[in-house]
């Protein structure tokens, strides 16, 4: 069975120096940096340690894409420089492994015009599979008119953008998040469920905001089952009738979404996504290098969901397979 991970991240020291570079408030708002350790050495790494953890893993193929915060929380004239420098280096690394690797484009949401010609670029000139970008540029949601000519773009090249987490902003940290010790306050904001939320809100708005409606064709990939949005979505209809959208948010789902497993291994929440989204908008992802890949490899969990093997390989790869087949070079 042919696997691909599609939320599978790495870091460029020209990245890191950038980040290092930040003033005080832009730095804690952000939270950028790699970990220490060996987490960062592997985030550093694409080449034969990385490999050699996919083998363990089962995972024949990583979509690989720069981790959070991205570019986001830099200067628009630095960002802009840096997505040009950080793509033709994922498209460097795809091209030294292309059985291995494929690439998301990271892109300068603080210069949205300058990242919308990227995008084109990355996908008809350096062959990478659309772009991975986190919800807000500063307090500026994705929703922004400003970020429309992004998912114009997007839309016209067929290419998906992936919607990562980030981390909540320094006062929604402050008011919702804190009141413990640091090491629960940070839990409680990024994987506890502060980052879900993020993600999951900027879905929320895209819809609320028309982008759907504007852009029809847009295809966007939500990590981790969801980020939260399936296990509401008989909740949140009610709000789309509210905001007389002309499809309910449930709609929007299963014509604007491909949901990933984003790391996390559960049968449970693998068969309510195909019950709210069928199996043919179900991708794969390991999360790497900060989840390790599920007990007894990839295609072992697949096999065991009760999902007939066709649909199985679907999840695999067949879907990510057909959405890329499907993007204009």
């Not at 985030?43 to 894409?65: F, P, T």
């Not at 690439?103 to 996908?123: C, I, Q, S």
């Not at 000519?149 to 290419?159: D, G, N, Q, T, V």
């Not at 990562?164 to 506890?192: K, L």
Request: aromatic share 10%.
């Amino acid at each position: 069975m042919k696997t691909i991970g599609t939320e599978e991240h790495f870091v460029t020291d020209a990245v890191l120096t950038a980040w290092a570079g930040l003033d005080s408030s832009a730095a804690e708002d952000a939270r950028a940096g790699a970990p220490p350790g060996e987490m960062g050495e592997r985030l550093r790494e694409v080449g034969e340690r990385r490999i050699a953890a996919m083998d363990e893993a089962g995972l024949d193929v990583q979509v690989i894409s720069l981790t959070s915060p991205g570019l986001h929380n830099l200067p628009a004239d630095e960002a802009t420089g840096l997505q040009v420098e950080t793509n033709d280096r994922i498209a460097e690394l795809v091209n030294a492994h292309p059985e291995r690797f494929q690439g998301f484009a990271t892109l300068a949401t603080p210069a949205p015009a300058a990242a919308a010609r990227e995008l084109e670029r990355a996908v008809t000139k350096l062959g990478l599979n659309g772009a991975l970008l986190f919800g807000r540029t500063g307090a500026r949601n994705l929703d922004h008119p400003e970020n429309w000519p992004i998912f114009e773009a997007a839309e016209s090249l067929r290419a998906p953008l992936y919607i990562h987490p980030q981390v909540p902003q320094r006062r929604v940290r402050a008011a919702i998040y804190s009141g413990f010790d640091d090491a629960v306050d940070n839990a409680f904001a990024t994987y506890g469920i502060g980052w879900h939320y993020e993600s999951g809100v900027q879905f929320l708005r895209l819809a609320l905001a028309g982008v759907f409606d504007r852009f029809p064709g847009l295809q966007v990939l939500l990590g981790h089952w969801g980020e939260v949005v399936l296990f509401y979505l008989d909740r949140a209809d009610g709000m789309a009738m509210q905001a007389r959208l002309p499809l309910s948010f449930s709609e929007y789902v299963r014509r604007n979404a491909y949901i990933t497993a984003g790391g996390l291994y559960s049968q449970r929440y693998l068969r309510w996504a195909v019950e709210i989204v069928g199996v043919e908008r179900i991708l794969f992802a390991t999360d790497y290098p900060y989840r390790p890949g599920p007990d007894g490899g990839v295609e072992h969990f697949l096999q065991s969901t009760g999902l007939d093997r066709p649909d199985q390989e679907r999840i695999a790869a067949g879907n990510w397979d057909a959405l890329v087949a499907g993007i204009r070079r």
